[in-house]
Nanobody
Framework: QVQLVESGGGLVQAGNSLRLSCAVSGRTFSNSAMGWFRQAPGKEREFVASIRWGGGHTYYSDDIKGRFTISRDAGKKTVLLQMNNLRPEDSAVYYC???????????????????WGQGTLVTVSS
């Protein structure tokens, strides 16, 4: 069993930065993937970024590539999402997710992840 707790959301002005954190408890595996997804009101949940727990290979959606950076601290069992140059369209609830065995072809799909945090709200004002 894996438990995930997000923190770091809030209200910021466009152009500013936020850093989200996901604390991971429970067992992780080298082929585990940790992901960030987001869901805006009235929209479906969408992939933001993910990282392999072992090796640290990263994946990003085109919408945020170059502005967001995902990283993990294996010792602290924490996954971070650094969000720079935020835009109003980045406003959403951001969810941390974990999957124990996630193949690359599905790493951007929410169905590949078995564990989810409660979400943290990010609001970007114009």
């Amino acid at each position: 069993q894996v438990q995930l707790v997000e923190s770091g959301g809030g209200l910021v002005q466009a152009g500013n930065s936020l850093r989200l954190s996901c604390a991971v408890s429970g067992r992780t595996f080298s082929n585990s993937a940790m992901g960030w997804f987001r869901q805006a009101p009235g929209k479906e949940r969408e992939f933001v970024a993910s990282i392999r727990w072992g090796g640290g290979h990263t994946y990003y959606s085109d919408d945020i590539k170059g502005r967001f950076t995902i990283s993990r601290d294996a010792g602290k069992k924490t996954v971070l999402l650094q969000m720079n140059n935020l835009r109003p369209e980045d406003s959403a609830v951001y969810y941390c997710a974990a999957g124990n065995t996630v193949i690359t072809s599905t790493i951007r799909s929410s169905s590949a992840y078995h564990y989810w945090g409660q979400g943290t709200l990010v609001t970007v004002s114009s």
